[in-house]
């Protein structure tokens, strides 16, 4: 570049800007650096210091530079201030979306419930979304004191009826060993007690999804139809079931049987009061036909099967024996 090419106010511009090349920023620099202000007057003047008039041209230089791009910033800046306002609430709103639930579960832990019911004692609560559940003897629930997140996750052991509320954006979802049971709204009853052989869901009204750990589809069932899991061979069927109203009542205590062997009746005392009983061998094929009351006190259950039966009970041991 030429002293005749040299033009302070372009490179000034273009050093404000970054842009210089190398060799333009040594000759602005130079050009800079002949100017001799310590030669200047500064008695009248209300700077003190060369180094201070440095500053204030500098600044007039900017100021001027900076006054002709004004229309041009004016017309860009709110642009992508706009934007970019927007996309920090855009942001934010996703990351509190997003972390909304582990959140408020580090501010406010959500205590977890567990309640067991006794052998014989039938128990009925209601969940923080309205849920309405009976408990059956010998029975453990483990549920949210309220329900955060897309699903409302229970565990249970033993056996319940569940009315549960609908809510489409919120699945209903219960654990019950091996058996996992997703529910959108409806009525159902679970039994899924250690020691039986099986875990049974059993649908009143509505429909729900079983699945097992066996890596199969889950079965939709609906009304008057029930799964089996059978635990033994890891296997899960649905079937045909149209006494499944008879949960409204069993959830409260009262078995209805209408000729169910004694076999099948005792096993079902057991279940319900957790006690064991053993059957004189003429008596195991015998048919039943009566309601039982298992809320009531064992002996009197005994009592009236066996009135019913012409048998009588006693007990030996941990045992109850019927003889005939």
């Not at 565990?155 to 954006?169: K, L, R």
Request: hydrophobic letters at 40%.
């Amino acid at each position: 570049m030429d002293n005749n090419g040299f033009n302070p106010e372009e490179l000034a511009h273009k050093w404000l800007k970054g842009s210089l090349t190398p060799e333009e920023e040594l000759r602005f620099e130079q050009w800079y650096a002949d100017f001799n202000d310590e030669e200047l007057l500064l008695a009248d003047s209300k700077y003190t210091s060369a180094e201070e008039i440095r500053t204030i041209i500098l600044d007039q230089i900017t100021a001027q530079i900076e006054e002709q791009q004004v229309p041009k910033i004016k017309k860009i800046y709110p642009l992508w201030r706009n934007i970019a306002a927007a996309a920090a609430i855009v942001l934010a709103i996703g990351l509190a979306a997003f972390y909304r639930v582990p959140l408020l579960n580090m501010i406010d832990p959500v205590k977890q419930v567990q309640l067991s019911t006794n052998p014989g004692q039938y128990r009925q609560i209601y969940l923080a979304d309205g849920t309405h559940v009976w408990l059956s003897p010998s029975t453990t629930i483990s549920y949210p004191e309220k329900f955060r997140g897309e699903l409302r996750n229970v565990s249970i052991e033993g056996g319940a009826y569940f009315e549960v509320v609908h809510d489409t954006n919120h699945p209903f979802v219960i654990q019950s060993g091996a058996v996992k049971t997703v529910v959108l709204g409806t009525s159902f009853d679970i039994q899924a007690y250690p020691r039986a052989a099986a875990i049974e869901v059993t649908v009143v009204s509505g429909k729900v999804g079983v699945s097992a750990n066996t890596g199969k589809q889950p079965e939709m069932v609906t009304a008057n139809q029930r799964t089996v899991y059978q635990k033994a061979t890891t296997t899960l069927f649905k079937e045909s079931y149209p006494n499944a109203a008879k949960f409204l009542n069993q959830r409260k205590g009262i078995f209805d049987f209408k000729g169910a062997s004694l076999q099948e009746v005792t096993r079902e005392l057991e279940t319900q009061y957790g006690i064991q009983i053993s059957l004189a061998p003429e008596l195991a094929g015998k048919a039943f036909y009566g309601r039982l009351q298992t809320s009531a006190p064992l002996n009197r259950t005994l009592d009236k099967l066996c009135a019913v039966m012409e048998t009588h009970w006693e007990k030996q041991g941990g045992t109850y024996l019927l003889h005939p």
